[in-house]
């Protein structure tokens, strides 16, 4: 399965932000580790997006867009 | 390989290392989106450079069809991590394997454009020679610019001053700024030279926050 990095969906997430969000460090809520999503782990390829922490691999973020709506669960970032 | 040159009448402008997204829609609705690099620097007209993907989506029309005059849905600059401007400084490590060249062709042309004296070392993993991109443009750096190449899959017979291995952490430790310099590294290639390169570096004493990546799926360079 093809895999990038953050910095290969600055676009969709400006799209759904409306501002730069690459640079957003973000705390995973699996291990705890903190790092900028540029350097997540991202698999474009399915169903929707997935954005994974690169430490554990545990889910940050999914994004699904059908018909002109975007679903963003944030379910893996941490506090 | 191919450098498309856009003209976007509402750019905004981008800095160094920045990237763009081309969506192409089929006459049926489906579309397909990636996003690019862009090769050019701050000021200059928008270009990007595209590696034909044999099973790729868009790459394949962007490097053979697409033709002067041709229209394109674009969207951008995005992106705010792999990003270098002069006030950023240096000294600069520049680390490209295949196409992860492109972002880094931008930084250097930026570092020429604003005037920077910022240092460069520039080390440009390739699988052949005839691979290489930017050769001729890469060379005519030279203030304040060390170009290091490595093939990984070809041992050229006639006057190849380069390396022919892989980038590996006692490549590095010969060919990397030292860490006392407190360099600013972009790493940029396929996933697992990235993560070869960026743990080589921070094992050298480099801090990973001044340890910048990007990566992408292909497996140029390797």
């Known amino acids: 399965m093809e895999e990038l990095d953050g910095n290969g969906v600055a676009g969709l997430l400006q799209e759904i932000f409306g501002t730069e969000m690459t640079t957003a460090v973000v705390t995973c809520g699996s291990c705890g580790a903190v790092a900028p999503i540029a350097e997540a782990v991202v698999y474009p390829g399915g169903p929707g997006t997935v954005i994974r922490c690169r430490n554990c691999t545990g889910v940050l973020v999914v994004i699904t867009q059908i018909r002109g709506m975007s679903c963003v669960d944030m379910m893996g970032i941490g506090p | 390989m191919r450098t498309i040159e856009l003209n976007v009448p509402s750019w905004p402008g981008h800095r160094a290392g920045q990237h763009l997204d081309v969506k192409l829609t089929a006459e049926d609705g489906y579309s397909a989106e990636r996003s690019y690099s862009i090769a050019s620097a701050a000021g200059e007209p928008v270009a990007i450079t595209v590696e034909r993907l044999d099973d790729g989506e868009v790459s394949p029309y962007l490097t053979e069809e697409l033709g002067v005059g041709d229209e394109l849905e674009v ?131 480099y801090e990973p926050g001044r340890v910048k990546t990007e990566r992408f799926g292909g497996t140029g360079g390797r």
């Open chain 2, 75 to 205: 969207r951008g600059p995005v992106g705010g991590y792999f990003v270098w401007e002069a006030a950023d400084g240096g000294p600069l490590l520049l680390v490209g394997g295949g196409s992860g060249i492109v972002p880094l062709r931008s930084i250097l042309r930026q570092r020429g454009l604003s005037g920077s004296d910022a240092p460069v070392r520039l080390l440009y993993s390739a699988r052949a020679r005839s691979e290489l991109i930017y050769r001729d443009e890469i060379a005519r750096h030279r203030d304040g610019v060390e170009v290091i190449y490595t093939l990984t899959r070809e041992q050229p017979a006639d006057g190849w001053t380069g390396y022919t291995r892989r980038v590996d952490p006692a490549l590095l430790a010969e060919t990397a700024w030292p860490a006392g310099k407190h360099p600013l590294a972009f790493v940029c290639g396929p996933t697992s030279f990235v993560e070869t390169v960026a743990g080589g570096l921070v094992a050298l004493g």
